[in-house]
């Protein structure tokens, strides 16, 4: 069975950065697709970053040159490091493991607040 918990967000100030981290249990994590999606209230849930089990990395136009994916197989993690922050990234961001043959499963997602 699939879980995914995220942590690391919170309220930060424009300009600022946070670091999200996505731990992975119950499947083989290396072999997965691992992403970040948001959800802004009254919004869609967009894609923020994904990189594959081969490293390959995809980023959203709106976050490029500031947000950093990044996985660690041996951990079963992967992490957004996101700098630079701005009010419009405000929304619950969530972890996504992909596979071709198993489909996909979510964490609970955390909210990240960017304010003064």
């Known amino acids: 069975q699939v879980q995914l918990v995220e942590s690391g967000g919170g309220l930060v100030q424009p300009g600022g950065s946070l670091r999200l981290s996505c731990a992975g249990s119950?499947?083989?994590?290396?072999?997965?697709?691992m992403s970040w999606f948001r959800q802004a209230p009254g919004e869609e849930r967009e894609l923020v970053a994904s990189?594959?089990?081969?490293?390959?990395?995809n980023y959203a136009d709106s976050v490029k040159g500031r947000f950093t994916i990044s996985r660690d197989n041996v951990k079963k993690s992967v992490y957004l490091q996101m700098n630079s922050l701005k009010p419009e990234d405000t929304a619950v961001y969530y972890c996504?493991?992909?596979?071709?043959?198993?489909?996909?499963?979510w964490g609970q997602g955390t909210q990240v607040t960017v304010s003064s």
């Open positions: 996504n493991a992909k596979h071709w043959r198993y489909g996909d499963s």
């Open positions: 119950g499947f083989t994590f290396s072999s997965y697709t």
């Open positions: 990189i594959t089990s081969t490293g390959n990395i």
